[in-house]
């Protein structure tokens, strides 16, 4: 097992395009995360699933995010008409959650600039 | 809801010193608390971990860490530094799967 993988590395797009980022867990775990890192800030979640179940959305995912987990493996994070406060750091982590908490994995995230 | 808040946003320290970052956490129930590394470009790399147990934690690198409940406090530690530690450091608090991060703690290494 490779760990979290996340594609593209970096994607620097012109404001009012679309873009869709893609993240695969490792393969055992049954939750997937998406988080937003800006410069300087700690990772914000931005939303989780279970399996293919999405579960939890935070009030920063506005109604341009989208993220889906078809199968309740890979999952991907769409934003349409992207702004340039889109401009950040999106990291992936997945987690095997059976009877505790035993922190995430995280991938090496996906950079996006907005110009 | 529980968050963190890590004390100090740059920590400069000379090759071989002890260093301590701190980090305090709020929240109403019994919490899960991380450290997570992070190097430049890189994703988050965990570093350690408390869930139950014997208050003191060790992590890789010759990381520790304490678990103070009196204190709602978890300091991260290292008796000697590298120029390799040089990078930013996390704090996290989870309840219920929700990790919650602080705003991070840039270790600099000096020679």
């Known amino acids: 097992d490779t760990g979290v993988s996340q594609d593209p590395r970096h994607k620097i797009t012109k404001r009012g395009q679309n873009v869709t980022f893609r993240c695969d867990p490792i393969?055992?775990?049954?939750?997937l995360y998406w988080y937003r890192q800006t410069l300087g800030q700690g990772p914000e979640f931005l939303t989780y699933?279970?399996?293919?179940?999405?579960?939890?959305k935070s009030r920063l995912l506005s109604d341009r995010f989208s993220a889906e987990r078809p199968k309740g493996s890979f999952s991907t994070l769409e934003i349409q008409r992207t702004e340039q406060g889109d401009s950040a750091m999106y990291l992936c982590?997945?987690?095997?959650?059976?009877?505790?908490?035993?922190?995430?994995?995280f991938g090496s995230g996906t950079r996006l600039t907005v110009v | 809801a529980q968050s963190v808040t890590q004390l100090d946003s740059q920590v400069p320290v000379f090759e071989e010193a002890p260093v301590e970052l701190r980090c305090n956490y709020s929240?109403?129930?019994?919490?899960?608390l991380f450290w997570y590394v992070q190097y430049p470009n890189q994703g988050l790399q965990l570093l350690l971990k408390?869930?139950?147990?014997?208050?003191l934690v060790k992590g890789i690198n010759g990381f520790e860490a304490e678990f103070n409940k009196s204190q709602t406090s978890f300091h991260l530690r290292k008796p000697s530094v590298h120029i390799s530690d040089t990078a930013e450091y996390f704090c996290?608090?989870?309840?219920?799967?929700?990790?919650?991060f602080g705003a991070g703690t840039r270790l600099t290494v000096k020679p």
């Open positions: 982590a997945s987690s095997l959650v059976v009877g505790g908490n035993y922190g995430y994995t």
């Open positions: 393969s055992e775990h049954n939750r």
């Open positions: 699933f279970q399996n293919e179940a999405q579960l939890e």
């Open positions: 929240s109403s129930v019994s919490v899960y």
């Open positions: 408390y869930l139950s147990g014997s208050t």
């Open positions: 996290a608090v989870s309840y219920n799967n929700d990790m919650r």
